[in-house]
């Protein structure tokens, strides 16, 4: 049984930071790319940042230099650092993984969710 469980998220001022944290636990053998996605009321899900196993990062052109995704492979844990927040990034926050519970056989998790508010 795998599980990705986020926590971090919160109510902030716009130009305030969080950090957002997920971790993964149960059975696993390897986790490939792991990334953050966001849903705001009434618009679909999308991606804001991915991380490659060996570091490597891709981010949405929205969130670029305010944005920052980082991993722990130690800890099987994924990180997103925001700063300067604005009221747009007002939305749930999905941690993601593409890992392999036995070897060479990938699938994509999903975690909860953690709401992130930005507002006076």
């Known amino acids: 049984q795998v599980q990705l469980v986020e926590s971090g998220g919160g109510l902030v001022q716009p130009g305030g930071s969080l950090r957002l944290s997920c971790a993964a636990s149960?059975?696993?053998?390897?986790?490939?790319?792991m990334g953050w996605y966001r849903q705001a009321p009434g618009k679909q899900r999308e991606l804001v940042a991915r991380?490659?196993?060996?570091?490597?990062?891709n981010y949405a052109d929205s969130v670029k230099g305010r944005l920052t995704i980082s991993r722990d492979n130690a800890k099987n844990t994924v990180y997103l650092q925001m700063n300067s927040l604005k009221p747009e990034d007002t939305a749930v926050y999905y941690c993601?993984?593409?890992?392999?519970?036995?070897?060479?056989?990938?699938?994509?998790?999903w975690g909860q969710g953690t709401q992130v508010t930005v507002s006076l």
């Open positions: 993601n993984a593409d890992l392999e519970v036995v070897p060479f056989r990938a699938h994509t998790f």
């Open positions: 149960g059975r696993i053998f390897r986790i490939n790319d």
């Open positions: 991380i490659t196993s060996s570091g490597s990062t």
